[in-house]
């Protein structure tokens, strides 16, 4: 089995990926299957959301899919009150940020479980933002941001 093309989620100013699926629960309660085509192996679930955390809140931003009648609208779709941004009340649990790539992350985490230090968890209560713990590190273009002090 290949490795699936992560989540998406923007936390204070940058995206990171996340192995953490937060509209699974929502299908689970609503008992639903949505009809997304298969496009990719790397995407066996049919879609991958795009999340952002803003004032202690996750939203669903975006929902890249596509439905079996070739329409690209699964946001509007699944959410049609709602069809550019979904407060996520549904989701309680924990989303992971590693600072590693999805792949290298899954990769060192079966060497070495120290890899868990290394990961931003974000714990979430219907939807709001109950509890951060870890770090993450600065990222490419924040590095390139800073200026030493003279």
Same mark, same amino acid.
Request: glycine share 6%.
């Given at each position: $089995?290949?490795?699936?093309?992560? #989540?998406?989620?923007?936390? #204070? +100013? @940058?995206?990171?990926? %996340?192995?953490? @699926?937060?509209?699974?629960?929502?299908?689970?309660? !609503? !008992?639903? !299957?949505?009809?997304?085509?298969?496009?990719?192996?790397?995407? /066996?679930?049919?879609?991958?959301?795009? /999340? =952002?955390?803003?004032?202690?809140?996750?939203?669903?931003?975006?929902? @890249?899919?596509?439905?079996?009648?070739?329409? %690209? #609208?699964?946001?509007?779709?699944?959410?049609? *009150?709602?069809?550019?941004?979904?407060?996520?009340? /549904?989701?309680? +649990? &924990?989303?992971?940020?590693? *600072?590693?790539? $999805?792949?290298?992350?899954?990769?060192?985490?079966?060497?070495?479980?120290?890899?868990?230090?290394? %990961?931003?968890?974000?714990?979430? !209560?219907? +939807?709001?933002? &109950?509890?951060?713990? +870890?770090?993450?590190?600065?990222?490419?273009?924040?590095?390139?941001?800073?200026?030493?002090? =003279?």
């Amino acid at each position: $089995m290949c490795i699936q093309k992560p #989540e998406r989620i923007r936390y #204070e +100013g @940058e995206e990171y990926s %996340t192995g953490s @699926e937060p509209l699974r629960p929502y299908f689970t309660s !609503k !008992k639903i !299957k949505p009809d997304f085509q298969l496009i990719s192996t790397d995407l /066996w679930r049919g879609y991958r959301g795009i /999340w =952002e955390i803003v004032d202690g809140h996750l939203d669903l931003i975006a929902l @890249e899919a596509v439905l079996t009648d070739g329409s %690209t #609208e699964a946001m509007a779709s699944l959410f049609p *009150h709602s069809p550019n941004r979904v407060f996520a009340n /549904w989701f309680s +649990g &924990t989303i992971q940020i590693p *600072h590693l790539s $999805m792949y290298a992350y899954y990769q060192r985490r079966r060497e070495s479980p120290d890899t868990q230090r290394s %990961t931003l968890a974000i714990e979430i !209560k219907n +939807g709001v933002v &109950t509890r951060v713990t +870890g770090n993450l590190l600065p990222s490419a273009s924040a590095l390139a941001d800073h200026k030493p002090v =003279e």
